[in-house]
């Protein structure tokens, strides 16, 4: 029986430490995973938890695109081989429900009107999010590019490992813009009882095709968690480019390592518990 485990960031940007926040989500999690429930539903409340807090840049306090409008991404993948995201979605505060409930259809993934009528006919209601305007302004050289999405991988006693990630996007970005966070091997990537999220410069994290790239390095490398995420770091990506990475394993606490303030909380059950 595999020991159960959470772990969250905050996003990899500039900001108030959003540590309590995290704690929030985090005690959501690990509660369903106490109570015996499985790791999906863990990632997928917690992962609600944080696109409610409008602290976060996702769901609620989606950061607006130039034109003003709010688009929200989301993705979610299982150890066992089930993946769901959604990309650039309108009036939707919790992505991460509409790309959960991809896990069980045919299709992996849906874009733009296409997702939100998708939403519509399964019902999930629409809802406006009002999001929130970009420190600075287009053009100014300080504008702040914030990328402080959210992302959440749980563990239960299965050994199943679920990663959720949900954003509204990077910060000077326009409505067609595509980030890492809804697409497979770049935002986030879990197979075989090992899990990788990423958050950040969306842009240079999928050039980087991060996520897989550190899964790998894991896996096939057999570096350790910290080593591996040390490397994406420092070798694939730019040291101009504010990154952040979090991982979970088959054994042991999660981990976050970033170049930048990236918040990130872990609980592993306690044998005890
Ligand atoms: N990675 C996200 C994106 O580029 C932003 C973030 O991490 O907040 O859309």
Redesign the pocket.
């Known amino acids: 029986m595999a020991i159960p485990a959470v772990i969250a960031h905050g996003?990899?940007?500039p900001g108030p430490s959003r540590q309590e926040n995290l704690e929030v989500a985090i005690n959501k999690a690990s509660e369903i995973l106490v109570a015996g429930g499985n790791a999906i539903d863990a990632a997928v409340q917690a992962c609600m938890i944080l696109e409610d807090d409008p602290v976060f840049?996702?769901g609620t306090g989606s950061v607006m695109r130039t034109d003003g409008s709010v688009l929200t991404?989301a993705s979610i993948q299982t150890s066992d081989g089930k993946i769901g995201f959604v990309i650039a979605m309108e009036d939707t505060p919790n992505p991460i429900l509409v790309a959960a409930d991809l896990l069980n259809e045919e299709i992996n993934g849906l874009t733009s009107e296409g997702a939100r009528m998708w939403a519509d006919n399964n019902g999930h209601i629409k809802r406006k999010v009002i999001g929130v305007p970009p420190k600075g302004q287009i053009g100014d050289t300080n504008k702040q590019i914030?990328?402080?999405?959210v992302g959440v991988i749980t563990r239960d006693t299965t050994g199943m490992i679920v990663v959720a990630t949900s954003?509204?996007?990077?910060s000077f970005?326009p409505p067609g813009r595509v980030?890492?966070?809804p697409l497979p091997g770049s935002?986030f990537w879990a197979e075989e009882g090992l899990a990788v999220a990423?958050?950040?410069?969306?842009?240079a994290?999928t050039r980087a095709l991060l996520s897989y790239k550190v899964f790998e390095k894991i896996k096939v490398g057999k570096y350790s968690l910290e080593e591996s995420m040390n490397w994406g770091i420092n070798k694939l990506i730019s040291s101009k480019d504010s990154v952040g990475l979090i991982a979970l394993g088959p054994s042991g606490p999660g981990l976050g390592v970033s170049n930048t303030d990236m918040p990130w909380a872990t609980w592993e059950q306690e044998s005890s518990e």
Request: proline share 0%; glycine share 34%; net charge negative.
């Open positions: 996003g990899a940007g840049n996702a991404d914030t990328g402080d999405t954003t509204g996007g990077c970005r980030g890492d966070v935002g990423a958050t950040g410069i969306g842009e994290i």
